[in-house]
């Protein structure tokens, strides 16, 4: 697998992060234990791709 191949999976994994982390934030019987971790992942993607990125 490319660099930039797997750039781009982690970008669309990032994405599919906010997407759960939105409707999770709407729900209002979701955990909020279960959010932050999403949160953190959310963050780890971010850095990996921008350390991949430069």
């Known amino acids: ?3 930039e191949s797997h750039v781009q999976e982690l970008r669309r994994k990032h994405q599919s992060l906010s997407t759960q982390i ?13 959010i932050a971790k999403m949160k953190k992942e959310k963050l780890r993607l971010k850095e990996e791709i921008a350390r991949l990125s430069h």
């Open 1 to 3: 697998m490319s660099v």
């Open 22 to 34: 939105e409707a999770a934030n709407r729900c209002p019987g979701m955990d909020d234990l279960s």
